[in-house]
């Protein structure tokens, strides 16, 4: 299986701040990476597919790009409801597995 | 409007049987590909089976063999029967609609608890 590895785990952060997340992938994937948004208690939120394109209503201030087995997430302006756990997911090859999660908490 | 209700879930013993429902609405479930996966207490995401459309089935290394993945047009439900179950299969369980390449899953239901304890 390919393995998925984000960092960092954790990230602490102020409202208004740039946040970057990295996602590598163990071999490469093209551009088979998903973002996920999930708050606690509640499912899962697609926020990225095939590395870059933005699921409609999604804010523009996320921006996902990479390729290969190097990807990341941006949110340009960090706002109260970003504070969230975010998963990367790679669809290229069965089993389709996720990161581990990177928590963005408030700083 | 999109929705997915999950429902089966509770506590059963190791070795015991459970089955997990998802009621789909709003689209139809035949000709999409729906998916369960699950997410383990404070754990990340992990998927577990699919169903396509001309039902063929896949299923995580994890649950082969123990778990089946089924759909009844009919009812706009698909299903995952698990079987000798174990306490890593303690999970909440999510079932999801795919859109676009297999993997995709843009709508998710809220998700049903199962705890494997004696």
């Known amino acids: 299986d390919i393995q998925m590895t984000q960092s960092p785990s954790t990230l602490s952060a102020s409202v208004g701040d740039r946040v970057i997340i990295t996602c590598r992938a163990s071999?490469?994937?093209?551009?088979?990476l998903i973002w996920y948004q999930q708050k606690p208690g509640k499912a899962p939120k697609l926020l990225i597919y095939?590395?870059?394109t933005l699921e409609n209503g999604v804010p523009s201030r996320f921006s996902g790009s990479g390729s290969g087995t190097e990807f990341t997430l941006t949110i340009s302006s960090l706002q109260p409801d970003d504070f969230a756990t975010y998963y990367c997911?790679?669809?290229?090859?069965?089993?389709?597995?996720f990161g581990q999660g990177t928590k963005v908490e408030i700083k | 409007e999109v929705q997915l209700v999950e429902s089966g879930g509770g506590l059963v013993q190791p070795g015991g049987s459970l089955r997990l429902s998802c009621a789909a609405s709003?689209?139809?479930?035949?000709?999409?590909?729906m998916a369960w996966v699950r997410q383990a207490p404070g754990k990340g995401l992990e998927w577990v089976s699919v169903?396509?459309?001309?039902?063929?089935?896949k299923y995580a290394d994890s649950v082969k063999g123990r778990f089946t993945i089924s759909r009844d047009n009919s009812r706009s439900t698909v299903s995952l029967q698990m079987n000798s179950l174990r306490a890593e299969d303690t999970a909440v369980y999510y079932c999801?609609?795919?859109?676009?390449?297999?993997?995709?899953?843009?709508?998710w239901g809220q998700g049903t608890l199962v705890t494997v304890s004696s």
């Open positions: 999801a609609k795919g859109r676009g390449n297999p993997g995709c899953y843009d709508y």
């Open positions: 709003g689209f139809t479930v035949s000709t999409n590909y």
């Open positions: 169903i396509y459309s001309d039902g063929t089935t």
């Open positions: 071999q490469g994937i093209g551009n088979w």
């Open positions: 095939k590395a870059s």
């Open positions: 997911q790679q669809y290229n090859s069965y089993s389709w597995t």
